[in-house]
């Protein structure tokens, strides 16, 4: 599936009135992807991240940041484009590793 497709596919899901939905949710939706992780790291756990889990999270941020940039006028697959091309460049300058955005 392209990127752009996916976003307008899930628009088509979106019943939410305040532009401030999705990135609220985004928020918490990255979060509880990250638990998956962190909670066992942290308890010492040797428990595996369950992988339908991670997909299941990982879903939700996706359509959060799908209609946070669709609400902005902004595809998905220009912030893809966007950002490979900024990682090729810092790579390509040898500061892939470094600090900072503008870098």
Same mark, same amino acid.
């Given at each position: %599936?392209? *990127? /752009? $497709?996916? &976003? =307008?596919?899930?628009?088509?899901?979106? &019943?939410?009135? $305040? %532009? *401030?939905?999705?990135?609220?949710?985004? %928020?918490?939706?990255?979060?509880?992807?990250? #638990? !998956? *992780?962190? =909670?066992? %790291? !942290? +308890?010492? /756990? #040797?428990?595996?991240?369950? +992988?339908? /889990?991670?997909?299941?999270?990982? @879903?939700d941020v996706l359509w959060n940041l799908s209609m946070l940039l669709k609400d902005q006028g902004v595809d998905l697959s220009?912030?893809?484009?966007?950002? !490979?091309? =900024?990682? +090729?460049?810092?790579?390509? +300058?040898?500061?892939? =590793? @470094?600090? @900072?955005?503008?870098?």
């Amino acid at each position: %599936m392209k *990127f /752009d $497709d996916y &976003q =307008k596919a899930a628009a088509e899901t979106a &019943q939410y009135k $305040d %532009m *401030f939905y999705p990135i609220a949710s985004l %928020m918490v939706e990255s979060a509880e992807l990250s #638990d !998956l *992780f962190i =909670k066992p %790291m !942290l +308890r010492g /756990d #040797d428990k595996n991240v369950n +992988r339908d /889990d991670v997909i299941s999270e990982a @879903g939700d941020v996706l359509w959060n940041l799908s209609m946070l940039l669709k609400d902005q006028g902004v595809d998905l697959s220009t912030v893809a484009e966007y950002n !490979l091309s =900024k990682l +090729r460049s810092r790579a390509e +300058r040898g500061v892939i =590793k @470094g600090s @900072g955005g503008n870098r």
